[in-house]
């Protein structure tokens, strides 16, 4: 079974299976995070993961979800809807 190293802040060097960590991936897919639990002394961990860190973890299996951590805004959404109503042709808004 594959195992992952990598560090708790209290315990030192742990290893993992895939199935212990989370990574969240930002938007274009590079970089991002990755989550863990240690299993010595439980504390949740969170560590960044550069663009080598992500493709040896995604190569391992571990699960991963793209994060956005600017989220679209209610008034962006609002200003969309008056946008297209607005638009004789809605098609149009998304080309610039």
């Known amino acids: ?3 992952i190293k990598t560090t708790c802040a209290r315990c030192g060097d742990i290893h ?5 960590v989370a990574l969240e991936l930002r938007p274009g897919g590079r970089e991002g995070d990755y989550r863990f639990k240690c299993p010595t002394c439980t504390e949740p961990q969170r560590r960044p993961a550069n663009s080598r860190v ?4 995604l190569a391992t299996g571990v699960a991963f ?5 600017d989220p ?17 042709d809605p098609f149009r808004l998304l080309a610039g």
């Open 1 to 3: 079974m594959t195992t």
């Open 16 to 20: 993992l299976t895939p199935d212990d």
């Open 54 to 57: 992500v493709s040896v973890l």
């Open 65 to 69: 979800e793209v994060v956005n951590p």
């Open 72 to 88: 679209i805004t209610e008034s962006e959404i609002e200003a969309f809807v008056v946008a297209l109503e607005a638009e004789s």
